[in-house]
């Protein structure tokens, strides 16, 4: 079977996590220069990511204004040809009252001569 003892087990599992823990230890400490030089990029993409929101946040503002000024324009070009729109009924009702007293004058003078004919001709 297995030749080997749980002593030879129990060292070689202490040996791994002493290997483990050396090489966790082993790492360089980080040169300060490269820390500053790491925290200026750092500074400088969050910076940028700044700049990028803000200018988001603007355009986003912008095209708002833009939306708002279109539907106050659509809506004052809606009222104009509605007020259009109320003219033109007016005059079309004022000519259609014009039209009609003038078709019952017509009617009236016509009513009138075949009475003043049927008088004449009775007499």
Do not use: W
């Not at 230890?25 to 040169?31: I, Y």
Request: charged share 45%; no cysteine; hydrophobic share 45%.
């Amino acid at each position: 079977m297995n030749d080997t003892s749980f002593n030879e087990r129990k060292e070689a599992a202490e040996k791994a996590k002493r290997a483990m823990l050396e090489k966790f230890r082993a790492k360089p400490a980080v040169d300060p220069a490269q820390a500053a030089a790491r925290a200026e990029q750092a500074r400088a993409r969050e910076a940028k990511r700044a700049a990028a929101e803000e200018k988001r946040k603007a355009r986003i503002e912008s095209e708002k204004l833009a939306r708002i000024i279109a539907a106050q324009e659509a809506a004052e070009a809606a009222a104009a040809e509605a007020a259009r729109l109320a003219a033109e009924a007016e005059e079309e009702k004022r000519a259609a009252a014009e039209r009609a007293e003038i078709l019952a004058f017509e009617q009236k003078a016509a009513r009138d001569l075949r009475y003043a004919n049927r008088k004449a001709r009775n007499k």
